[in-house]
């Protein structure tokens, strides 16, 4: 019983990971919305990831760690390591040495870390051990589905109930800012649509027809919550996956089911919906203002600290900001963010972090040819991440882009490496 029960969960563990990395914020948001418990969504990834990590532990031991003889894992893994180190010293710097006003407390930020990227990032090697296949991104999709198609039932009957049209509200909740509500829809059309240009590989366990049919789906799904959303960073995120596709259909075509997804797309993006690219409201509404003055204050303030950075006196700066709307304490941009704490001294490991992504992406994609959809789905996945960091967020909490990028770096060294059951 214990041994079927390991198997079922060494299968199937890696799907609903991945589920609960990607999509399960938007249930769990639904959920606090009309029972009143608490949505946690990283004590579920935490939970999950511990468990998988324990489980693969009992059967491989450190096995899993092997991948370190990867040399290029050295390289990603020291600059990540470096970066960290580099900015919790500037925080015990100003916490200790020359106390700055924190906005947001040291306490805080570091439980922001290590909840969102640093657990998952310990227990990535023995998750990324599990023999995972495209059954996994089938399953994903699947859940991701029923995800995304929830929250947006959700959000009509919220909107609804309470009087206000749905043209002039964002898909969200109490506990899921429209912005990773967006982003989560984004990653929908991500696994859909790799999937349907890879479902007649005859690579996966469920058959073509019901990998088609989920992929369109999926691909409908997330665009109709990608435009409920009306969050222009998920929207820009997906311009890759495009220019990617027109690549593959210059090579290979499936007419029936593109057809379909084609049409998905189409109906999606004709639903009405007040925020859009047109009107001139691009760069003239509330939220992009607000972005902009951010930015050219963090900006000045990086030029009059440029090697070393300011530190955190950044977040009283912005907070302090005049004629703002919201007291944001951080430039919600992650390069402006990195600069005005660190500066070029923590904008090094950053950029090594990255750069070293990159080319282990463009090495697997010259050596497969983009015959992996798998590794496709987390390339997509950290490029989104990416652009996400660039409109949203701090530092601490983006686990898309760390723990994103940890997973591309882990799936080629675990090719390369010698790792014996």
């Known amino acids: 019983m214990l041994v079927a029960l390991k198997r079922v969960f060494l299968s199937y563990g890696f799907a609903i990971w991945l589920w609960a ?25 935490n939970i999950i990831s511990f468990a998988l990590a324990f489980v693969v532990a009992l059967d491989r031991g450190f096995k899993p760690l092997f991948i370190f003889k990867y040399r290029p894992s050295l390289l990603v ?14 925080m015990g710097f100003d916490s200790f040495i020359e106390p700055v006003n924190f906005i947001v407390s040291p306490f805080d930020l570091s ?6 990227t640093l657990i998952p990032s310990l227990c990535m090697p023995w998750i990324l051990s599990i023999r995972f296949s495209v059954d996994s991104l089938v399953i994903c999709s699947a859940l991701g589905n029923i995800s995304i198609l929830t929250g947006i039932i959700a959000f009509f009957n919220k909107a609804m109930a309470m009087g206000f049209n749905v043209t002039e509200v964002r898909f969200g909740f109490a506990d899921l800012n429209p912005i990773p509500a967006g982003h989560s829809s984004a990653a929908l059309v991500i ?8 479902a007649n590989k005859k690579i996966s366990f469920f058959g073509s027809r019901f990998i088609y049919l989920n992929s369109v789906l999926s691909i409908f799904i997330g665009l109709w919550g990608v435009r409920l959303s009306q969050t222009r960073s998920a929207s820009i995120a997906l311009l890759p996956l495009v220019i990617f ?8 075509t499936r007419y029936r089911w593109l057809l379909a997804g084609v049409a998905s797309l189409l109906f999606a993006s004709a639903l009405p919906i007040k925020r859009n690219f047109s009107d001139g409201l691009l760069f003239q509404d509330d939220n992009m203002t607000e972005r902009l003055k951010k930015f050219t204050a963090t900006w000045e303030w990086i030029c009059s600290h440029p090697f070393f950075g300011g ?19 951080y430039p919600h941009n992650l390069l402006l963010d990195v600069l005005g704490i660190g500066g070029l001294f923590l904008l090094t490991p950053l950029l090594v ?68 059951d």
């Open 353 to 420: 972090f990255v750069l070293s992504i990159v080319r282990l992406i463009w090495v697997k994609l010259s050596i497969s040819r983009a015959d992996d959809p798998l590794f496709l789905v987390f390339v997509f996945l950290w490029i989104q991440s990416i652009l996400l960091s660039c409109f949203s967020g701090h530092m601490t909490l983006l686990p898309g882009f760390w723990v994103g990028g940890l997973m591309i770096l882990f799936t080629c060294s675990r090719e390369s490496a010698v790792v014996r």
């Open 245 to 252: 596709s027109f690549y593959l259909l210059w090579k290979q």
């Open 77 to 90: 893994v020291c600059s990540f390591l470096s970066f960290w180190l580099i900015y919790f010293f500037r």
């Open 311 to 329: 530190g955190f006196n950044l977040q009283y700066l912005l907070h302090s900001l005049p004629n703002t709307i919201r007291p944001y304490w």
């Open 191 to 198: 696994f859909g649509v790799i999937l349907l240009f890879y």
């Open 21 to 45: 990395f990607v999509f399960a914020r938007v249930p769990l948001a639904v959920v606090q919305e009309f029972s009143g418990h608490d949505s946690r969504p990283f004590i579920l990834i």
């Open 111 to 116: 439980k922001s870390f290590i909840i969102s």
